[in-house]
C-alpha cells in the first residue's frame, strides 16, 4: 500500500513539474521538445510500477510457482488419503454385509440362524475379496452343508474355505 501512494505521488510531483515547467520556459521552437520530454518522463513515471513487475517478473512468478507447486502436491497428496479411506470403508461395508447376507442365507436353506458369521477379506485385493469365511452354529444343527453350501453360493468361495463351528 506504501508503495502505491510513493507510485501517486511521484505521479502528481511530475504533472505539476511539467505544468509548471511549460509555462515557465518561453514559447518557440523548443517548447514541443520539451513538452515531449514531459511527456516522456511522465509515461515512464506512469509505467515504472509495469516495468518493476516485468523486470522482477521472474522472482515474482518463481514464488507464486512455488506455492501453486505445493499446493497441486498438497492437493494430490490428500486425494491419495481420501482415496484410499474411501476403499477402506467401502471394504468394511461390503465384508459387514456379505457377512449379513450369508447369515439370513443359512437361516432360509437350514431353518436355524448361525450365531455369528465372520469373513475373511484379502487385504491386498481393491474390493476384499472373501478368501474365507467362518460360521459358528449351535451344536446339533443337522444341516451343515446346506449351510455351508449357502456361503459358497454367495461369496463364490469353495467348501474348504468355509469353515464351521459348533459352539
Request: hydrophobic residues 45%; charged residues 25%.
Amino acid at each position: 500500500m506504501e508503495e502505491l501512494k510513493r507510485w501517486a505521488f511521484s505521479v502528481a510531483a511530475t504533472v505539476v513539474f511539467g505544468t509548471v515547467a511549460e509555462t515557465a520556459l518561453p514559447g518557440g521552437d523548443y517548447k514541443k521538445y520539451i513538452h515531449l520530454a514531459l511527456g516522456l518522463v511522465l509515461l515512464l513515471n506512469l509505467a515504472a510500477p509495469i516495468i518493476g513487475f516485468v523486470s522482477d517478473g521472474g522472482a515474482l512468478l518463481g514464488e507464486y510457482a512455488a506455492e501453486l507447486d505445493a499446493a497441486v502436491q498438497n492437493t494430490e497428496t490428500y486425494a491419495a488419503e481420501t482415496e484410499k479411506m474411501q476403499k477402506s470403508e467401502i471394504a468394511k461395508i461390503y465384508k459387514s454385509t456379505l457377512e449379513s447376507r450369508i447369515a439370513a442365507e443359512i437361516k432360509s436353506a437350514c431353518g436355524t440362524a448361525p450365531i455369528s458369521v465372520s469373513v475373511e477379506t484379502d487385504e491386498g485385493d481393491e474390493c476384499g475379496a472373501p478368501t474365507r469365511v467362518t460360521v459358528s452354529m449351535p451344536k446339533g444343527a443337522a444341516r451343515n452343508a446346506e449351510a455351508v453350501g449357502a456361503a459358497a453360493k454367495i461369496t463364490g468361495l469353495t467348501p474348504d474355505k468355509i469353515i464351521l463351528e459348533e459352539t
